[in-house]
T-cell receptor
């Protein structure tokens, strides 16, 4: 079956520092990945996605890196702010088998003011 | 642009009862996926609907069923509720093979 995991269940960073959240996946056929942010009492919020024909994609203050060789995904958040405190999930999908996403267990990010 | 909305936000049921949860898609999206999220876990895929038909199903028993309507809204029905069905139920809408956008979920508690 699918296995999407995260290296660290919790992460604490100082406000203004950069954060890096890691994710490992086991299915080498996975070709589409999304990072989500979930705040308490809310649904997952789309942050950024990347397809397997890319190894890097940048958004506003966020960068996703994909290393297909070692099946690893990371989310970098620049100048982390208190509002970034949340649980972060990576989700992976194999597009030619439908639109089912497999989620990891999440990393809880706490930003220390 | 209207996002994904789910109703109700909270629901309490007893074992053996049946429940219907509702989801309105984000404007323009034609695909709806349902997920179950247990406390402290990531969401688990239940099933997806596209063009009013089931388009993929996760490892959930048949007592979990759904519908999609012509306006792309959707329902999740669960029969014969069990204690383990207590969870946050999330709906996500998208274009087929596009990024999924989630509502804030329905918190279902089974007593």
């Amino acid at each position: 079956g699918e296995s999407v995991g995260l290296h660290l269940p919790t992460l604490s960073v100082q406000e203004g520092d950069n954060s890096i959240i890691n994710c490992a996946y086991s299915n080498s056929a996975s070709d589409y990945f999304i990072w989500y942010k979930q705040e308490s009492g809310k649904g997952p919020q789309f942050i950024i996605d990347i397809r397997s024909n890319m190894d890097k994609r940048q958004g506003q203050r966020v960068t996703v890196l994909l290393n297909k060789t070692v099946k690893h995904l990371s989310l970098q958040i620049a100048a982390t702010q208190p509002g970034d405190s949340a649980v972060y999930f990576c989700a992976e999908n194999t597009l030619n088998t439908g639109n089912q996403f497999y989620f990891g267990t999440g990393t809880s990010l706490t930003v220390i003011p | 642009e209207t996002g994904v909305t789910q109703s109700p936000t909270h629901l309490i049921k007893t074992r053996g009862q049946q429940v219907t949860l509702r989801c309105s898609s984000q404007s323009g999206h034609n695909t709806v996926s349902w997920y179950q999220q247990a406390l402290g876990q990531g969401p688990q895929f239940i099933f997806q609907y596209y063009r009013e038909e089931e388009n993929g199903r996760g490892n959930f028993p048949p007592r979990f069923s759904g519908l999609q309507f012509p306006n792309y809204s959707s329902e999740l029905n669960v029969n014969a509720l069990e204690l383990d069905d207590s969870a946050l139920y999330l709906c996500a809408s998208s274009f087929l093979q596009g990024p999924q956008h989630f509502g804030d979920g329905t918190r279902l508690s089974i007593l």
